[in-house]
């Protein structure tokens, strides 16, 4: 019962947060309206014995979030949310779309024959992920770390302003 | 609370993303829509280990790779979106329609 009341006041606050994202009027308090998002689902993950993962959600929810916090204040054109700010296209057809998307999925949920759960989650579920990652699921963690070196590598490319071979001019001390 | 109650959740939050990646202009903010979606995938996620496989840690795997492209799929709009606006000054998608068919 206290699991069920925490889980729908945790929904109901994740799907609020999301709303709010793009409701509030500064891009900062969206980011963190975000940040509220994820925290909820994290700690809904804990009330489904996943304890690592949703643990792992609210603390690289909270980092991701300060990053991204830098990134909006970089680019936001309302800083403050002094003055309403409404910057969307096609409100109309966005609204429409997103809406039957949800009405489609909740059809789906409620009336797809669910199979019956199969096993019982082990003692400790973290242990389990551990032994699966560095045991016979190891390919995917060495893929997810191929792609994380990746995306660094990348990401720093294409954001530099110039690599370290490019100059100003031709003089090879030119800077 | 039972599997659907979870998926509910998930449904909400990805409708409510998918409306941001498609109405929002300043493309940050086309990111945040990209996000909450995600975030309603990792609901659902739990949600199909927990309710449906339990007895396995394959579904835990599957999340530890969502979190993974959560956070790379930032990192990587981030850079891009440095790069155009240092390259062009644009920081609305309206103005990056170089892709348009």
Redesign the interface.
Known sequence: MA??VA??AL?VA??AG??A??VVDS?AR??FA?LA??LC?GL??LL???AY?GV??VL?MVM?MMI?AV??IM???NPAGFMPMT?????R???A???A??AL??AG??LTP??A??????AD?TR??G???MGP?ML?MMV?GL??LA??V???V??A?RGRYDRYGDRPRGR | ?G???????A??????????A????????LM??L??MI?GL??AG??F??????????G??L???V??VM??E???G??????I??ARDV????DAGDLKG
């Open positions: 699991e069920a889980f729908w929904a994740a799907v999301g709303v994202v793009f891009m969206a980011t975000l998002s994820f689902v809904a993950l489904i014995d996943l993962l792992l959600v690289m991701e991204m990134f909006m680019y936001m054109m910057m969307v296209h096609n409100h057809g966005a609204l779309i997103s809406g998307v949800f999925l909740v949920i409620f669910w199979p759960r199969r096993g019982v989650p082990a579920p389990d992920l032994m699966s990652i699921k995917v997810v792609a994380i995306t660094i990348s990401a720093v294409l954001a302003d | 609370m599997l659907e109650a979870y998926l509910l959740l449904a909400a939050l990805f409708a409510v993303g998918l409306y941001g498609l109405s929002q202009q300043s493309v940050v903010m945040m829509g996000e909450l975030n990792l609901a739990a949600a280990w927990y309710f449906l496989a339990p007895g396995t840690a394959d835990q795997v999340l530890l790779v979190i993974t956070a790379l930032m990192a990587m981030f850079a891009v979106v440095t790069a606006f240092r920081d609305t998608t309206d």
